[in-house]
């Protein structure tokens, strides 16, 4: 259907805080590495009207499925156990988890709809392709960590390697590799209509009856395969599809010693399969193809461990020489594509109230690539276009996307482009954990210095100290820019130090 040429209008000038009713509340619940997040509206009639985004935790948090436990249970007293819509935003653990370890406490809830991106539908074709590939990589990865595993002598490069497969195996796809599916689909299932709903950019901005002071645009995940391979910035592209010959070669490399299947060709061999001999069998001590050469012999005295009572340099440890392992280094650059393509098919959601123009801005953990996709999207509205810049221009309330890690929020089409005084922000984080599992600096001390400059400070993260204390309050005054309460609750002592929750009035 054609439209009628829309003009671009100018951003609506957002009213001051003093002079707006709160629009909104938000309970961030405070588990540090992972995300849920209770936003209830109110309907015209004065009823809540309740969307749950994400929830789940890190597999690394000790007592995390107890944790999150805690986090249902508390839902389900301040909601009476109705959600009218639960928004995933992508399939990671840290997300989804608690739809599976709390499956039993969430069995009694009443949602309304489920919303997902369309990379978790089954019947686009695109997100089958995208799907097809996650499959291979994560087969893949499984048997290269399998081995890894099961090897002595590794070398400080490849423990490193090994290390960060178990991190992406079991942090962020769960133990089994596609446990993060059974959660995703747990969450499915709790919906009252037949499927979820699932969105994507461009059209129209979303709507709901129930509230008809609220418009939500869908800026993520993009169609474009280009956007998805974006990693770290606009001048690196990382293909996602790349991942197709990274786990061939890998499959490849782990079917080396099957000798019990004689049509295998190893694609990555320069010779072939009947010349030179496995060094498996040359450290046993056979002699190789040509008799007249004891291949066996020199593979020992050069590339095997300590001989007996050697009394010669070269007669000691020798197998710090061999590589045999290093080829399975690529399967980093897989694990790395992987996770990050996973986090760029987030669903990002902007909230407008129509009356104030004001913006609230979920993304999940949408990476470089998909923030940079916003870029040129527009949304007809009325007679006018709203864009992509306007709605970050008039976002009051930014959910930090990836737990401030220093590649997922970019700083041009990012940061400088959240111009308004009100902007507020809330960061899903916990740096100790973050540590653990060796992610470096999380949150990224850039970002948390750029969100403090442009919020004057009213910032609030997961492992805040006064969260644990029930009577702390934040650093900054409330009410000040979109924030106009705060109010918090500690954990149970038991489940270890910190906030269970922490709420937000906004305007």
Not at 25 to 46: A, E, N, S, W
Not at 443 to 471: C, F, H, M, Q, S
Request: aromatic share 8%; net charge negative.
């Amino acid at each position: 259907m054609s439209r009628r040429p829309a003009t671009r209008r100018r951003p609506a000038e957002a009213a001051p805080a003093a002079a707006l009713a709160s629009a909104v509340t938000v309970r961030h619940y405070c588990q540090g590495i992972g995300d849920c997040h209770l936003l209830t509206f109110t309907k015209p009639d004065g009823s809540p009207f309740r969307m749950l985004i994400d929830c789940g935790i890190h597999v690394s948090i000790a007592g995390g499925p107890a944790l999150v436990a805690d986090i249902v249970a508390d839902l389900k007293k301040q909601t009476g156990g109705r959600i009218d819509v639960l928004v995933i935003t992508h399939e990671h653990w840290d997300h989804v988890s608690g739809f599976l370890t709390a499956k039993d406490l969430f069995k009694d809830f009443v949602v309304g709809d489920v919303w997902m991106a369309w990379t978790e539908n089954p019947a686009d074709t695109e997100a089958l392709e995208l799907d097809k590939f996650k499959g291979q990589a994560l087969a893949a990865l499984q048997g290269v960590g399998q081995k890894l595993d099961g090897m002595q002598g590794l070398s400080p490069y490849m423990a490193g390697v090994r290390d960060g497969l178990q991190s992406v195996l079991g942090f962020q796809f769960g133990a089994a590799g596609e446990r993060v599916r059974s959660a995703r689909d747990a969450a499915a299932k709790l919906s009252a209509k037949p499927s979820p709903t699932y969105f994507e950019p461009g059209g129209p901005p979303q709507t709901i009856a129930e509230l008809p002071n609220l418009r939500i645009y869908v800026l993520g995940p993009p169609r474009d395969k280009a956007a998805l391979r974006l990693e770290e910035k606009a001048g690196e592209m990382f293909p996602l599809a790349s991942g197709g010959p990274f786990a061939r070669a890998l499959s490849s490399g782990l079917r080396m010693n099957q000798d019990d299947d004689p049509t295998f060709v190893d694609e990555l061999s320069p010779f072939e399969r009947n010349i030179g001999t496995p060094l498996s069998a040359a450290l046993n001590g056979d002699k190789g193809s040509d008799p007249a050469v004891d291949i066996g012999a020199f593979t020992r005295k050069q590339y095997s461990g300590p001989v007996s009572g050697a009394a010669s340099m070269e007669d000691r440890d020798q197998s710090w020489r061999r590589i045999d392992a290093d080829w399975m280094g690529i399967a980093a650059d897989l694990a790395m594509q992987l996770d990050r393509g996973v986090n760029n098919t987030s669903l990002v959601l902007a909230f407008e109230f129509i009356d104030s123009g004001r913006v609230l801005l979920f993304p999940g953990d949408a990476q470089i690539g998909n923030w940079l996709s916003w870029k040129d999207l527009k949304w007809p509205v009325g007679q006018g276009t709203v864009t992509s810049a306007d709605l970050l221009a008039r976002t009051v309330y930014l959910k930090v996307a990836h737990h401030g890690s220093q590649n997922a929020t970019p700083q041009k089409q990012g940061f400088d482009l959240l111009t308004s005084a009100d902007l507020s922000a809330f960061i899903p984080t916990n740096k100790v954990d973050a540590v653990k599992v060796h992610w470096g600096e999380m949150p990224y001390d850039g970002i948390l210095t750029a969100l403090e400059a442009k919020t004057k400070g009213r910032v609030i993260r997961a492992d805040d100290p006064w969260l644990a204390d029930a009577n702390g309050k934040p650093a900054f005054a409330a009410p000040s820019g979109s924030i106009q309460a705060v109010r918090s609750a500690p954990r149970d002592p038991a489940r270890g130090p910190g906030g269970l929750w922490v709420e937000v009035d906004l305007v």
